[in-house]
């Protein structure tokens, strides 16, 4: 049962406010979470409840939201059973009492509900993500590494925010991220060789200034070779253009590296052609989250021969991604916790996407801390694959180096998902 709930303002990797939760149960035990936060935000996210209090951290302190974990969320909650994660979520969403949990705040919403379902796994003394769903056996994600960062996460020359490495072709996790870091290490080497930067951006990636956005494309293309692997075989790429923060309206402006504007039948016809050049596997936000548009009309062109991710587009919302897919405007979404801001339904928007056939990529924030959930929830999931930002940077590699550790312990218990298999083969 809960018998406490403690909340700290802690920072996040970018150094700005954010929430650090711990629930004590009557048996003594206790579990903490952290929340984190993103920088390019979907319209439609949870709201992250700020102090907008200037004289502190410039209006980003989180006390507001510490002060409703330890009063409101806490007298709800007290008594409890740890193990009701849903009964628990919808006595806070019900408390909340709006549609965006702007009133207490979607990041103590969050961290009460991850850290409650740390204390439930303690309690029954299981791995949380063996105590998040109980199976025989389970799948573990193809890590999606962000290795050249843009758009809002570094002052590179790049409009799009990120390119991925997907190391498809590994027999195992570890495997996949030795992969992943080696070709990283490779792609550090090029850089420097052309005198290039080598500083990194928030998700770890390199932040250099190229030509043009398409360098970035040859230039992991090149570092998969000079890293011993073979592109679109052992390692593909995954794009996260994030459109919505170059969309003008009907348009999208590449500001950074060339400046033009393109239509969204231009813009399609670029990651047409991308997709002819370069092995990638999946696009992410390739359109504006307001233009549903041109994500139904890349879907119905390219959906065959590569993934299409929603992220600002569905923001983790059962509902929007329920219209999306009745509207056909992907073929995947991105999952991230504090979009939604219950672990329930978080597994709500999985299971929508599953039973559609859907692809799943549990992810990160770019503002992030060591919290590991979105490691165990990823393999309890089945959800395929993971995105955790670079093999640099500490809060990155905590969910790398946690699901290293779940893929040791599960031993033949596990294998590894192959959610791009089908579009490697088309290709
Ligand atoms: P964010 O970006 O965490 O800065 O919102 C991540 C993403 O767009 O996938
Ligand atoms: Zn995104």
Redesign the pocket.
């Given at each position: 049962q809960i018998a406490r709930l403690q909340a700290l303002e802690i920072l996040d990797s970018r150094g700005n406010p954010t929430l650090s939760v711990t629930v004590t149960l009557t048996d003594g035990n206790s579990a903490t979470a952290s929340v984190?936060s993103?920088?390019?935000?979907g319209l439609h996210e949870a709201v992250e409840l700020r102090d907008d209090d200037r004289n502190r951290y410039g209006g980003k302190g989180v006390r507001r939201a510490a002060a409703h974990v330890e009063g409101e969320i806490a007298d709800a909650l007290m008594g409890l059973d740890a193990r009701a994660q849903s009964d628990i979520d919808h006595v806070m969403i019900a408390l909340d009492g709006t549609d965006t949990k702007g009133r207490l705040g979607g990041n103590a919403i969050l961290g009460v509900s991850i850290a409650v379902a740390r204390a439930s796994a303690l309690a029954q003394g299981r791995p949380l993500y063996r105590s998040l769903n109980d199976a025989d056996d389970y799948l573990l994600p193809v890590p999606c590494m962000n290795v050249l960062n843009g758009g809002?996460?570094a002052d590179s020359s790049l409009d799009f925010?990120?390119f991925m490495i997907v190391p498809h072709g590994a027999p195992g996790f570890a495997e996949a991220v030795r992969y992943g870091a080696e070709t990283y290490a490779a792609l550090r080497s090029l850089l420097h060789d052309r005198g290039l930067a080598t500083s990194v951006g928030?998700e770890g990636g390199f932040a250099p200034r190229l030509d043009s956005n398409e360098a970035a494309c040859e230039l992991i293309v090149a570092a998969i070779e000079r890293a011993g692997y073979r592109p679109g075989v052992d390692i593909a790429i995954a794009l996260?253009p994030?459109a919505s923060s170059f969309a003008e309206g009907e348009s999208y402006h590449l500001s950074r590296s060339r400046t033009r504007r393109l239509d969204r039948a231009a813009l399609l016809a670029l990651y047409g052609r991308w997709i002819d050049a370069y092995p990638i596997v999946s696009i992410?936000?390739g359109f504006g989250e307001e233009d549903w548009a041109g994500f139904i009309d890349q879907t119905a062109d390219q959906g065959d021969r590569i993934q299409i991710v929603g992220?600002?587009l569905f923001v983790t919302n059962p509902r929007i991604i329920r219209e999306g897919i009745a509207r056909h405007a992907a073929n995947a979404a991105?999952i991230?916790p504090n979009q939604i801001g219950t672990v329930t339904e978080t597994i709500e928007a999985v299971r929508i996407c599953q039973q559609a056939g859907w692809g799943t990529m549990v992810?990160?924030?770019?503002?992030e801390t060591a919290d590991d959930f979105i490691a165990d929830f990823a393999v309890a999931m089945g959800a395929g694959q993971i995105?955790s930002g670079a093999p640099c940077r500490g809060e990155r590699l905590a969910k790398y180096n946690r699901l290293i550790a779940i893929e040791a312990e599960l031993g033949d218990r596990a294998r590894m998902a192959a959610p791009f298999a089908r579009y490697v083969e088309r290709r």
């Amino acid at each position: 049962q809960i018998a406490r709930l403690q909340a700290l303002e802690i920072l996040d990797s970018r150094g700005n406010p954010t929430l650090s939760v711990t629930v004590t149960l009557t048996d003594g035990n206790s579990a903490t979470a952290s929340v984190p936060s993103g920088a390019s935000t979907g319209l439609h996210e949870a709201v992250e409840l700020r102090d907008d209090d200037r004289n502190r951290y410039g209006g980003k302190g989180v006390r507001r939201a510490a002060a409703h974990v330890e009063g409101e969320i806490a007298d709800a909650l007290m008594g409890l059973d740890a193990r009701a994660q849903s009964d628990i979520d919808h006595v806070m969403i019900a408390l909340d009492g709006t549609d965006t949990k702007g009133r207490l705040g979607g990041n103590a919403i969050l961290g009460v509900s991850i850290a409650v379902a740390r204390a439930s796994a303690l309690a029954q003394g299981r791995p949380l993500y063996r105590s998040l769903n109980d199976a025989d056996d389970y799948l573990l994600p193809v890590p999606c590494m962000n290795v050249l960062n843009g758009g809002k996460h570094a002052d590179s020359s790049l409009d799009f925010q990120e390119f991925m490495i997907v190391p498809h072709g590994a027999p195992g996790f570890a495997e996949a991220v030795r992969y992943g870091a080696e070709t990283y290490a490779a792609l550090r080497s090029l850089l420097h060789d052309r005198g290039l930067a080598t500083s990194v951006g928030d998700e770890g990636g390199f932040a250099p200034r190229l030509d043009s956005n398409e360098a970035a494309c040859e230039l992991i293309v090149a570092a998969i070779e000079r890293a011993g692997y073979r592109p679109g075989v052992d390692i593909a790429i995954a794009l996260d253009p994030a459109a919505s923060s170059f969309a003008e309206g009907e348009s999208y402006h590449l500001s950074r590296s060339r400046t033009r504007r393109l239509d969204r039948a231009a813009l399609l016809a670029l990651y047409g052609r991308w997709i002819d050049a370069y092995p990638i596997v999946s696009i992410e936000d390739g359109f504006g989250e307001e233009d549903w548009a041109g994500f139904i009309d890349q879907t119905a062109d390219q959906g065959d021969r590569i993934q299409i991710v929603g992220d600002d587009l569905f923001v983790t919302n059962p509902r929007i991604i329920r219209e999306g897919i009745a509207r056909h405007a992907a073929n995947a979404a991105l999952i991230k916790p504090n979009q939604i801001g219950t672990v329930t339904e978080t597994i709500e928007a999985v299971r929508i996407c599953q039973q559609a056939g859907w692809g799943t990529m549990v992810s990160h924030r770019s503002g992030e801390t060591a919290d590991d959930f979105i490691a165990d929830f990823a393999v309890a999931m089945g959800a395929g694959q993971i995105k955790s930002g670079a093999p640099c940077r500490g809060e990155r590699l905590a969910k790398y180096n946690r699901l290293i550790a779940i893929e040791a312990e599960l031993g033949d218990r596990a294998r590894m998902a192959a959610p791009f298999a089908r579009y490697v083969e088309r290709r």
